[in-house]
């Protein structure tokens, strides 16, 4: 156990030598003090060498105006706290100060964050998440750091990859089996990090080292909660649709993933409401559409199992309400059981053992194997004994070994009768991030809600290979992959990691494990989300396309897209076919300039029309309709809270209204005119300015800003 990070910057270097080929976890499991004290060392010293290899490298906002600086740093020293320790390699990153003799390999990057940075942009290596581990064997990785979870217990300490599960044991396994050096690892304890079980509890062993040091008690990187706008509630309305009661759920993070969140949760607890936001919106859920085929649009009685590379707070949201509740067993007899309604997992039936024994559940005789599975799985109690001609109950009683006649069937009914299953997963992960809340959420787990809840590996969660295919089909039934992608083709293709010009906005990921698994799988499907729209310079721009230079998801592999204006079910459609379902999801503005791009090509008939309805895809039909009526207070701007205090939520909308004018300087000019012009009134008006610290203007930058806040305050709600 070492105390001391320099210590244990020592003990890393004694091991690897002067050449660093360090693997850390993507997001929340990165160790950012010790990541620090290794790039400072290494930069400090031009004979050594650091190679890191890794993704998602968290980064809090950063201000890209004055105006926004004034808002946005009071918020992150009250959110991430003055401790917080920035990764000091993303800021040189950023600057372009990356020391040469120092390289930075990501294979995903926070959204956005690394555009035009030369030094990422040239290191980025592009693979799925479930190859990293094969790939970074040959990479001779000799360090290995990690944040990692400890709980004592009975005077022991437990430890937990908590967080990250998704590489580190894979990693270590292949590089085992290859016969490669085993690296140096290092678990770095946080006291706040929340602990889980199951797959992601390690043995102390595990671990070459274990740093508890006072200077890891920073607060944990946690993500601000969302707004979620009328585009994106819409959107969320049209995917909500497609999920089925006893079905599978993988969501990302974002707001469209909490749109989907918000829309099944209504579903749940407002079906009337529900139904009448899906009428709204003009979502189709008659006879034939694609909700009708494959989805539902009911509450949830037996629930929704999660399988998702990530957990989040849209997982807690929907445990909290009863919609996440369907567990799976590793136990392909018992699944199977499960699945054609032989039993029930929250209490067996009277004939409970008759109906294991038809299905193959409960095997004709009951060896030492049987047994052990029977007490891990519930259907036998606690502290049943294995004897040589029959099973010892705890109560005193008894059980025959055989089961091949229908009196020892009897005898386990009454045993069986009432039971509960046990061993159930109701949500499988590969790493958490989230806000604050959903931290104390998975701080305050316990008994069947902990148990529940398994960080495993990546490769058991983002494919499913690996000798338990069977088994994962079943556990997976009716699977939904939600998925964003930030544009389409008409054809079906979908760019969701990279621009056409090779600059990288984020990563693959999981993303295309999940496509190719909802192939797979029968009855699964996945389902690419987008804005229809968005806004470049001041000016609209179709996300939907004829054509891209880069392609993440190629259109063999087409199946649904979801935009605020509907679903467009591709699979196993002619490309004609598949052109006009995308147009039908476009907005009007776009959908004549695409067409006729889709005729010169030869792909759409030449005497195609855009229906009227069609026209109707605006967001201002959008607004106006989530707007009506009682809909109005289901779709606030917060659905789950917000880290905003009052003053800054009341500011937000005017912050925005002004970032929005600032992409054309002519907009902005005029709107500043006007604001010279008049003398907007705003109650509270100096609160809001100390807030900017513009009460007391004192240069002409500073009084044309507060001007300009005043007027926008008084243009917003």
């Avoid at 992960?429 to 104390?440: E, I, M, P, T, V």
Wanted: aromatic letters at 8%.
């Amino acid at each position: 156990m070492l105390t001391s990070v320099d210590a244990c910057v020592a003990r890393i270097f004694a091991h690897a030598g002067a050449a660093l080929r360090v693997a850390a976890p993507l997001g929340l499991g990165k160790p950012n003090v010790l990541l620090n004290a290794l790039y400072r060392r290494v930069a400090d010293d031009a004979a050594l060498r650091l190679d890191l290899y890794t993704a998602l490298s968290l980064a809090r906002p950063e201000a890209k105006s004055d105006l926004e600086r004034r808002f946005v740093e009071p918020f992150l020293a009250r959110h991430f706290g003055a401790d917080y320790p920035d990764l000091a390699y993303v800021a040189a990153q950023k600057a372009g100060t990356l020391p040469a003799n120092v390289r930075v390999h990501e294979f995903y990057m926070q959204s956005g964050a690394m555009l035009g940075v030369e030094s990422a942009q040239r290191d980025y290596a592009s693979m799925n998440y479930t190859h990293v581990a094969r790939d970074l064997v040959d990479r001779e990785i000799n360090v290995i750091v990690q944040l990692i979870a400890a709980r004592e217990e009975a005077g022991r300490i437990r430890y937990s990859l908590a967080c990250n599960p998704d590489v580190t044991a894979d990693l270590l396994d292949r590089m085992q089996a290859a016969g490669a050096p085993r690296p140096y690892v290092v678990g770095v304890v946080h006291p706040d990090l929340p602990f889980v079980g199951n797959e992601a509890e390690v043995a102390a062993d595990f671990f070459d080292a274990l740093l508890f040091d006072h200077a890891n008690r920073h607060t944990l990187f946690a993500l601000p909660r969302a707004s979620i706008d009328p585009v994106e509630y819409a959107l969320g309305l049209h995917a909500s649709t497609l999920v089925r009661d006893g079905g599978t759920l993988q969501i990302g993070i974002g707001a469209l993933s909490d749109a989907i969140v918000h829309a099944l949760l209504l579903r749940q607890s407002d079906n009337a409401a529900y139904r009448a936001a899906l009428d709204a919106v003009s979502a189709q859920t008659a006879e034939g559409s694609v909700a009708a085929r494959i989805g539902e649009l009911g509450a949830f009685a037996t629930g929704l199992y999660g399988a998702s590379e990530m957990v989040m707070d849209g997982f807690m949201h929907l445990a909290k309400a009863g919609v996440l509740k369907r567990r799976v067993y590793d136990d392909q007899a018992l699944e199977q059981a499960l699945e054609d309604g032989s039993i029930m997992d929250t209490a067996l039936h009277a004939h409970a053992a008759d109906a294991l024994y038809a299905r193959g559940a409960l095997g004709p005789f009951i060896n030492k194997a049987e047994w052990a599975r029977l007490v891990r799985f519930g259907l036998l109690p606690e502290g049943t004994q294995l004897g040589f001609t029959a099973l010892q109950l705890p109560d005193g009683g008894s059980l025959p070994l055989d089961l091949s006649n229908a009196d020892a069937r009897a005898q386990w009914n009454r045993v069986l009768a009432g039971r509960t299953l046990r061993e159930g997963r109701y949500l499988r992960g590969a790493f958490y991030l989230g806000s604050k809340d959903f931290y104390a959420w998975l701080h305050g787990l316990d008994g069947a809600d902990f148990d529940g809840l398994s960080m495993t590996r990546v490769s058991d969660i983002n494919q499913i290979y690996g000798g338990r295919e069977s088994l994962d089909a079943l556990q997976r039934r009716d699977a939904r992959f939600f998925n964003t992608c930030m544009m389409a083709t008409l054809l079906g293709a979908a760019t969701s990691d990279a621009l056409e010009n090779g600059q990288v906005v984020s990563g693959v990921g999981g993303q295309y494990n999940f496509v190719a698994m909802a192939h797979a799988l029968t009855g699964g499907r996945s389902i690419l989300l987008l804005r229809s729209t968005r806004e470049r310079g001041g000016n609209a721009e179709s996300n939907i396309l004829w054509n891209y230079g880069h392609t993440t998801i190629p259109r063999h592999l087409r199946d649904i897209y979801v935009t605020e204006y509907g679903t467009a079910d591709l699979r196993g459609k002619s490309d004609e076919d598949c052109i006009i379902a995308m147009l039908a999801i476009a907005d009007a503005r776009f959908q004549d300039r695409l067409a006729n791009q889709a005729k010169a090509a030869g792909k759409l008939r030449r005497d195609f029309t855009i229906p009227a309805e069609w026209r109707r895809n605006t967001k201002k039909n959008l607004v106006d309709a989530l707007k009506r009526g009682d809909l109005a207070a289901h779709f606030p701007a917060f659905p789950f809270g917000s880290d905003f205090d009052a003053d800054e939520l009341r500011l937000l909308p005017a912050l925005g209204k002004l970032k929005a004018l600032s992409a054309s300087k002519l907009k902005l000019a005029s709107f500043l005119l006007k604001s010279l012009l008049s003398s907007p009134q705003v109650a509270d008006a100096e609160i809001l300015m100390t807030r900017l610290n513009l009460q007391y203007p004192a240069t002409v930058t500073e009084k044309l800003t507060r001007r300009l806040v005043l007027a926008a305050l008084a243009g917003s709600r």
